[in-house]
C-alpha cells in the first residue's frame, strides 16, 4: 500500500512539470478544441436529458429517447414502442407521477458491442403527493437499461426498472 | 381493454410490413430463444449448476430481486447452488418466457415469468416465490448465452 503511494507521488511529481511544459506551448499555439465526450459521458447525457424531460412531465421528449421500437417492463406491463413507452408515461405524469422529480444514476456501463452498452443504475422519484395532497414517501430502485448507437446518438432499446425487496436478516447460527 | 386490443392490432399492422423470411427466421429464433427458459429450469430443477451456468457467458452478471449483484460464471452458479441448498432447498422453477425483443440480430432481451413450488416452510420470512426476469443475451458462435440477468418481484400484488 505504502509503495502504491510512493509510486502515485512519483507519477503527480514527473506530471506536473509536464503539463508546465505542455501549457507554455499551447500558449503560443491556438486554443484546442475540447475532445470528444466519450461513450460513456453520451450514455450519462442520455440519462441527464431522461431527467429533464421528466422534470417537464413531457411523455413525448422521454419517449424520443427510445428506438422506434425501444420497450419498458414495469409492474404495470410490457410497454413496445415509442408510443406505448409514451402513452404509459403519460399516464403516469398524468397521476402519481404529476409535479415530482427523478434523479437517475449510472452505476455501470458493459459494451456488448461497441454500438451496444448494457447500463445499469439506481433511481429515485421523490415530491410525489397522494390524491389528497399528502407528501408521499420517495420511489427508489434499480434499472437496467440496454442502449444502442445510430448516427452517432444513443437510444434506449430496452429499459428495465425494478424496486429491490428487503433482504431478510441472515438466520442465526446454531 | 379497448386500448389493449386497438395496441395490439396496431402491433399487428406493424409486423406485418416485416418481409416474411426474415418474419420466418425471427420466429426460429424466438422459439430457440424461448426454450432456454426451460433449459434453466430443468437444470436447477436437477441440480446440475453446471449446466446452469454454461447457459451464461464466462463474463456475465447477475442481480437478484434483492438488488444484490453477482458477476462471472462461476459467481453465479455458486449463488444458484447456495440458493438451492438452502432457502429454495428441494425446490421446482418453472420459467416462461413471454417477450423476445431483438435489439440486434446477435442481441436480445428476453422476459420471462418464474415460480417456485415446494419451498421449505421455515420461521424466518417467507422468500419470494414468483417474479419476472430479464435476460440480455448475445449469440456467440451460434449460440445464445445470458450476459445479463436480473429477478424481480412485482412490487404491489396484481389488482
Redesign the interface.
Known sequence: MRTVLRIALMVSLAVVPAFVLVGCQAAEEPEPAAPPPTEEELLHQLASDYEAAWAEGDAAAIAALFTEDGDVVNDNGHFQGRSAVEENLRQGFETIYQGTSIAIESTSVRFLRPDVALVDGTYEITGAMSPEGEDLPAIKGLWMGVDVKADGKWHISSLRPMTPVEAPEPPEEG | MR?GMI?LAM?AL?TGVVGLAAAQETTDEEAALKAIGSQWADAWNAGDMTAVGALYTEDA?Y?N?????VSGRAQIEATFSEALDTVYKGAKITIET??V?F??PD?V?S?SEWEVTGVPEGE??K??TKG?S?A?M?KQDGEWKI??H?T?????PAE
Not at chain 2, 65 to 69: A, I, K, L, N, P
Not at chain 2, 152 to 156: E, L, N
Open positions: 386500448k395496441a402491433l406493424a452478471d442481480v430481486f434483492f438488488g444484490q449483484s413471454t417477450a425483443h435489439v440486434k442481441i432481451v422476459d424466518g420470512p422468500i419470494p419476472a430479464t440480455v448475445v450476459a445479463a436480473r424481480r418481484v412485482a412490487a404491489a
